[in-house]
């Protein structure tokens, strides 16, 4: 047999051997703590079936602590693993074949989907994943893993000096910017989220955020800036859509306004067993950081608002309705509207109070008006005494 020799200077092996040893010395200390290499421990793709020699490698990595395995490029065969949860595989363009269904997230060439990754039915969007992609299972081969995210990203602060909106401490960060003459929409992140439960229970959120309030610190559940810098933008601070495509209308139940099933924009739902100080509120700074319109409604079938709460006070208008300091503009507690329409029934009215007070004065002088259904009487009450009255009934007649 005719051997073949290749020759090289001394110095060329010593460069290459150099490089390599000094390669991995330093994946050995940049990496070694960090994850198992399977190809280390006898797990190479190529069709042999690797299950017992992948197990070890999984119950290696649980003992000791580490929570990654990485698979070289190429198709993996295992038939299935248990004491896996917690352990999460990546790899440069590889897959599992055999039967074992986790997802093996991809370093390598990110356009080229592996593992469990055929593209999920719902997903509409064509162009996702430009240079990166995490997919973990798709309609017929849906992911077993529960609540472990697929992704997760940890990270504890102490922070000392330049806390303010210019010195942002976030442990995600995404930066979208499109230049003149751009069209369409842009979404800095799009949460999408499809429940096709048929039980009664279920319950979904497209974004869920969970903010802790610890010692003298304040945080928000949801913050969000939108910032105007030309007078031809439109911007709004938040926008809730609340789509209704069933096709059946859900039209507001007033004996019980929460009964499944309902569609709301916004629901503010206090929690925690202490009392809460408001549930919504607009504005709060000084002129000229003011809305000129504090609450907009449009669009409303039935009501406009609906208060079923019994607070002491309903609606307070506690500094009255001025503009001005000299109170000469408006000044209207309550406006009904020049060209507003109540309607032509007997009931209705821009005010209707059935036979409530209508109240006048301070808690020490004061006197109200009410209507008597029994005599059909408008009642003139002063200092809780009746003081007169109007007689509605009978033919017409001057009062």
């Known amino acids: 047999m005719e051997s073949v020799v290749i020759s090289m200077g001394m110095s060329k092996v010593s460069e290459i051997a150099s490089s390599v040893i000094g390669d991995s010395i330093s994946n050995i200390k940049n990496w070694g703590n960090v994850f198992y290499n399977a190809q280390d421990h006898g797990v190479f793709p190529g069709g042999a079936d690797v299950t017992t020699k992948l197990q070890y490698l999984v119950n290696l990595a ?16 295992v038939t299935g693993l248990t004491n896996d949860d917690g352990i999460y595989f990546f790899g440069d363009n590889a897959k ?19 593992g469990k990754s055929s593209p999920m039915t719902y997903n509409y969007t064509p162009n996702r994943g430009g240079l990166l992609q995490f997919i973990q299972g798709d309609d017929t081969q849906p992911s077993t893993a529960g609540v472990v995210p697929s992704v997760y990203i940890q990270r504890v602060d102490r922070s000392l000096t330049a806390d303010d909106p210019g010195h942002l401490i976030t442990p995600l960060y995404v930066a979208h910017k499109r230049l003149p003459g751009g069209t369409g929409w842009l979404y800095s992140g799009l949460f999408y989220l499809e429940d096709q439960s048929n ?4 319950q979904s959120a497209a974004v869920a955020g969970m903010a802790y309030a610890k010692n003298k610190t304040a945080v928000w559940g949801v913050y969000g800036d939108a910032y105007k810098f030309s007078s031809e933008a439109t911007i709004t601070g938040a926008e809730f859509d609340s789509q209704n495509h069933s096709g059946v209308h859900d039209f507001y139940n007033d004996a019980n306004p929460v009964g499944v099933p309902f569609s709301c924009g916004v629901w503010l739902n206090p929690a925690g ?23 907009y409604i ?8 609906d208060v079923q709460a019994t ?3 309903i609606i307070r208008f506690k500094n009255g ?10 000044g209207i507690g309550l406006d009904t509207g020049i060209n507003a329409n109540y309607g032509i029934a007997d009931h209705t009215g821009a005010i209707h109070l059935w036979s409530n007070k209508l109240a006048f004065g301070d808690i020490d002088d004061y006197g109200y008006m009410k209507y008597n259904d029994t005599n059909k009487y408008l009642e003139f009450y002063f200092g809780g005494v009746r003081r007169g009255y109007l007689d509605l009934s009978g033919t017409d007649h001057a009062l």
Do not use: W
């Open 199 to 202: 039980t009664g229970t279920a």
């Open 96 to 114: 599992f074949v055999g039967g074992y269904d986790r997802v093996i997230y991809q370093m390598g060439n990110p356009s080229v989907e592996r």
């Open 298 to 305: 449009k669009s409303a079938l039935n009501y406009g608002i």
């Open 62 to 77: 649980k003992s000791t602590g580490r929570t990654s395995i990485f698979l070289s490029h190429g198709d993996y065969y």
């Open 321 to 330: 309705a001025k503009r001005a300091s000299d109170q000469t503009f408006n």
């Open 273 to 295: 067993g202490a009392i809460s100080s408001f549930g919504l509120g607009v504005g709060g700074g000084a002129i000229p950081n003011i809305f000129d319109c504090g609450i």
């Open 311 to 313: 607070p002491q006070t």
